[in-house]
């Protein structure tokens, strides 16, 4: 037989709360010390109108019969005595016949007896030990809504196969000290649970930047223009600046500037009929440009660098465009290049460049300013400067400066101008391109001080 039949009744018993059984029975389980059956059941339960009677040891009827004296008392003294309790009490101590009204001037309540039994109290502290009434008793009660049926479980208790008097230790972890003396031989180890849900992690979240660049997409997107690729992060140096015809001894083409790539070291993926027209424009100009006089080296071109600029992507994407006949077209990029700079707090060897590019006939400088008021304008930043610059693939070409409310100066964003006609080998009116750092816009949006 169980050693312990019903872990309630034990409880209740030897006045534990059953909830600590509970905890203590389950520890046991976990070493196997004890073997356990759970049982649902449905019981009885007081309300708590039935434990107040239980607590004052008389139901509301008694307590109204021992409220009124023997020369009788008002109803309404009863229930300035009593309270609620004297309306409950009234109505089941005239159903007991236990007292009466008697009517006249002023009307009393008088008793009819001399004493009385309370079988409500009686059978409520029975359902309170756990005892099982008749069910015309139960019925009774559960009308005056003094007990409930509610769920239950409990326990049956028997000795387990690891049965002791003293719980054992177990070990979690096998350690060095462990296997020196040997004492993992005799230890005993816990089960590990494989089916135990590790600590929820806190990951998933997005970077700042990540956030930033969204966001600059979705106003690309609500303006227009179509994503370029942007997965080359590896590109030669041809189209990274010899179709953009940046001259090959410029200094940002020294191995201080960029990172060259040892493994595969060079490359041509270009097209010859075009990289005869780059040379030439390169050597004697072209397209209204007298080039730059120097001889050209295809050994330079096919070096393999990481990308300078998203202008990499452009370079491909204009190229692809003449090839495929010209239409209108408005094309972006947001992506990392690479700089070997000198990595400071507000300089790193890797960064985001985002680059716009509209490409239609009859475009003038004009709509450059304007397209760029707007792009900054859905960005937050309304007061724009633009200064002449140079860029060796656009003339004329601006750079863009905004005013920063906090560091109260204006502070570099952008820069930006219309293609020269030798970048793409075909003589258009006008296209443009515009370049700003997405690390340095989320500076700007955080508000960190970049002095």
Sequence with gaps: ??????????????????????????????????????TDSVRWALSAEAKGFVDANASAEAQTFLAIPGEGISLNDLKAVLGKTAEVGFKQGMVNKWFELVKGSNPLVMRKVDTIKDECLENLKAIAAGATLAPAEEKKLKQRKLISQEKCKYYAVEKGSKFALEKPKLYTDLNAEMMKDGSWKTAAFKNYNYSALGKPTEGGHLHPLLKVRKEFREIFFAMGFEEMPTNRYVENSFWNFDALFQPQQHPARDAHDTFFMTTPQTSDTFPPDYLERVRTTHETG?????????????AEAKKNIMRTHTTAVSSRMLYKMAQEGFKPAKYFSIDR??????VDRTHLAEFHQ????????????GHLIGILHEFFRR????QLKFKPAFNPYTEPS????SYHPKLKKWVEVGNSGMFRPYVWGVKLDAQYVWGVELDAQYVWGVELDAQ
């Design 1 to 38: 037989s169980s050693a312990i039949e019903n872990s309630r009744e034990y409880a209740e018993t030897n006045g534990i709360e059953h909830n600590d059984l509970v905890g203590i029975l389950k520890s046991l389980l976990s070493y196997e010390m004890v073997a356990a059956k759970e």
């Design 286 to 298: 072209g397209y209204g440009s007298i080039g730059y006089n120097y001889d050209w080296s295809l």
């Design 337 to 342: 290049v690479f700089r070997n700079e000198a």
């Design 354 to 365: 985002i680059e716009g590019v509209i490409c239609d006939r009859g475009l003038t400088l």
């Design 379 to 382: 960005l937050g930043i309304t």
């Design 398 to 401: 601006m750079e863009i400066f």
